[in-house]
């Protein structure tokens, strides 16, 4: 089994993901074992959902009727409406109030000219991936939380709009970071229930965020059912002490 394969195994069942963690990788030549992608999608983020069950590579092209996933990407040689149809949409979403001038600016954009993304299971991943993917529900999420908040000594930053920005937040600063999403994204994922949300691994840490992982997965498994009898233990009139909840849980 590959390394990769190994990570991917270990993050599903330390976190009993429904979804297979997502490798993404931003390459300069398309990898020729990989296909490109065959199909349309209204966002870039699409890609994501796609990618949890075959691997494909995609470029801009592929990314047209995204503009601002072309825009937070980085992509290069994008199509001759771009600008136009990016300009389009930061008006609309400022004429709402969705999204402020200064804000856009502060939007994370990948730092280098992208040519290519690639995407696909984790498992499946034969290259060096830049960033994977984790759509997760908010247990799994605290253990996320703990374990990068070890590795990156600090607390995972939280995103908003849009949910695309979070990839190059991960990429560009080398820490973890999580995405509540966006409209969009939850319009066009399946995946992306009111229940989950998406968290953003740089590879490049990914078996020290495992290891973490597995530790606190486990140390949480024990201590929920700790605090579930001691709930009943009070529930039912009792009064027990840390010691005495301690030998019912060993029990």
């Given at each position: 089994?590959?390394?990769?394969?190994?990570?991917?195994?270990?993050?599903?069942?330390?976190?009993?993901?429904?979804?297979?963690?997502?490798?993404?990788?931003?390459?300069?030549?398309?990898?020729?074992?990989?296909?490109?992608?065959?199909?349309?999608?209204?966002?870039?983020?699409?890609?994501?959902?796609?990618?949890?069950?075959?691997?494909?590579?995609?470029?801009?092209?592929?990314?047209?009727?995204?503009?601002?996933?072309?825009?937070?990407?980085?992509?290069?040689?994008?199509?001759?409406?771009?600008?136009?149809?990016?300009?389009?949409?930061?008006?609309?979403?400022?004429?709402?109030?969705?999204?402020?001038?200064?804000?856009?600016?502060?939007?994370?954009?990948?730092?280098?000219?992208?040519?290519?993304?690639?995407?696909?299971?984790?498992?499946?991943?034969?290259?060096?991936?830049?960033?994977?993917?984790?759509?997760?529900?908010?247990?799994?999420?605290?253990?996320?939380?703990?374990?990068?908040?070890?590795?990156?000594?600090?607390?995972?930053?939280?995103?908003?709009?849009?949910?695309?920005?979070?990839?190059?937040?991960?990429?560009?600063?080398?820490n973890a970071a999580l995405?509540?999403?966006?409209?969009?994204?939850?319009?066009y994922l399946d995946a992306?229930?009111?229940?989950?949300?998406?968290?953003?691994l740089p590879a490049g840490?990914?078996?020290?965020?495992?290891?973490?992982?597995?530790?606190?997965?486990?140390?949480?498994?024990?201590?929920?059912?700790?605090?579930?009898?001691?709930?009943?233990?009070?529930?039912?009139?009792?009064?027990?002490?840390?010691?005495?909840?301690?030998?019912?849980?060993?029990?």
């Open positions: 089994m590959s390394e990769n394969a190994e990570l991917a195994k270990n993050l599903i069942s330390s976190l009993e993901l429904a979804l297979p963690p997502i490798a993404v990788t931003f390459s300069d030549v398309a990898p020729a074992d990989v296909p490109s992608y065959d199909g349309i999608v209204p966002a870039g983020c699409v890609f994501w959902q796609q990618a949890a069950t075959r691997t494909f590579v995609t470029s801009a092209k592929d990314h047209a009727l995204c503009s601002i996933g072309t825009h937070t990407h980085h992509l290069a040689k994008p199509a001759p409406s771009h600008q136009a149809e990016l300009t389009e949409a930061l008006k609309t979403m400022s004429a709402l109030d969705y999204v402020r001038a200064e804000e856009v600016a502060a939007i994370p954009v990948i730092e280098r000219e992208v040519r290519h993304v690639v995407y696909g299971p984790l498992a499946d991943c034969h290259l060096g991936p830049d960033v994977v993917l984790v759509f997760a529900h908010a247990r799994q999420g605290l253990i996320l939380s703990e374990a990068i908040a070890r590795v990156d000594n600090g607390v995972p930053p939280a995103l908003g709009r849009p949910a695309c920005a979070v990839l190059p937040q991960a990429r560009n600063h080398g995405s509540l999403g966006c409209c969009g994204a939850r319009a992306l229930t009111d229940a989950v949300s998406l968290w953003a840490k990914l078996d020290r965020y495992c290891a973490e992982i597995a530790t606190l997965a486990r140390a949480n498994r024990i201590l929920t059912t700790f605090h579930s009898r001691r709930r009943e233990d009070v529930e039912a009139g009792k009064q027990p002490t840390m010691r005495q909840s301690l030998e019912r849980l060993s029990s």
